[in-house]
């Protein structure tokens, strides 16, 4: 039976897929194509992280890195830059040591008043 995939896959993935003695059909991305690709893969592998127990949660977080990387990559970025922008936010907004968890909000009547 055929299933449809029509998502970005590893580059062995292929490979892989020919030893197991599967037919399958593949495309080479545009880069705009992969970039939209990568974007959509960063959500599935973050859902699969979110959802992975903690036998597996480096095999999961190790596939979001993956794709983390490949993101940085086409993108030009440098991991440098990244930490950098990360420092940043860290001093500006803060990280999430103190295991904060934010449960409402409303608008007070002084804030609504201006």
């Known amino acids: 039976m055929k299933k449809e995939y029509n998502k970005l896959v590893r580059d062995r993935i292929p490979e892989i897929l020919l030893e ?8 080479t991305l545009s880069e705009t ?3 939209q ?4 893969k960063i959500i599935e592998e973050a859902q699969e992280l979110a959802e992975s ?3 597996h949660l480096l095999t999961e977080l190790a596939d979001l890195y993956e794709v983390l990387d490949a993101l940085i ?15 940043q936010r ?3 907004r803060g990280g999430f040591k ?3 968890q ?3 909000t409303e608008e007070s009547s002084d804030s609504q008043a201006k």
């Open 37 to 40: 690709l990568l974007r959509k």
């Open 73 to 87: 990559e086409t993108y030009g970025l440098s991991l440098d830059a990244i930490l950098k922008k990360q420092k």
């Open 53 to 55: 127990d903690a036998e």
């Open 102 to 104: 934010l449960l409402w």
């Open 90 to 92: 860290r001093i500006e």
């Open 20 to 27: 197991a003695g599967l037919d399958f059909e593949i495309s």
């Open 98 to 100: 103190q295991r904060i």
């Open 33 to 35: 194509e992969y970039r």
